[in-house]
């Protein structure tokens, strides 16, 4: 086992006392060490799938245990197989549901488009950098920021009393 490997199971098993937060992304498990990824397996209370291999199905449909009032049971493996673009299988602690993610406006509006990226710039920018032939870069006069207006909300943000969809009727 690797270095960076044994310092994840560490960070792993010792953080939860420190309430300390971490998110872990990946495409396929096996660009994880088995014992790692049992660790992290072990270690975490929030597990989120998209469509995945059949290999990956059969290590993690073990970790989605759906309860339907007194009867429990894995979900099948087809299911983490068969998912369409934004759907997925999600587990808060104890509790797994299906849901389907908003996919991003495929026609943005420009206008709006412009002003997030401004906004970005604003909060979170550098100077910009101008590339130069000599093999010199240089900073670019800082240009002037104009203040950007709060996006205002038109949808009302979920709250805590609506519920997830029923598991017994997925998608």
């Known amino acids: ?14 953080s939860r006392k420190y309430a300390f937060g971490l998110v872990l992304a990946n495409q396929q498990t096996v660009q994880i060490s088995s014992d790692l990824l049992q660790e992290i397996l072990r270690n975490v209370s929030t597990l989120l799938s998209f469509n995945v291999s059949h290999l990956d199905a059969t290590k993690l449909h073990k970790e989605f245990l759906l309860s339907m009032g007194e009867q429990a049971d894995h979900i099948p493996t087809d299911f983490l197989q068969t998912l369409k673009v934004g759907e997925a299988w999600g587990k808060i602690g104890s509790t797994v549901f299906p849901f389907t993610t908003m996919l991003a406006d495929q026609n943005p509006d420009p206008i709006r488009a412009k002003e997030v990226i401004e906004r970005s710039r604003i909060n979170y920018g550098m100077p910009a950098i101008q590339p130069a032939t000599n093999g010199k870069s240089h900073f670019l006069k800082n240009p002037v920021q104009k203040p950007v207006e709060e996006p205002k909300i038109d949808e009302p943000v979920m709250n805590h009393k609506q519920s997830f969809p029923d598991p017994s009727k997925v998608f």
């Open 1 to 14: 086992m690797g270095v960076n490997a044994e310092s994840y199971q560490r960070l792993l098993s010792r």
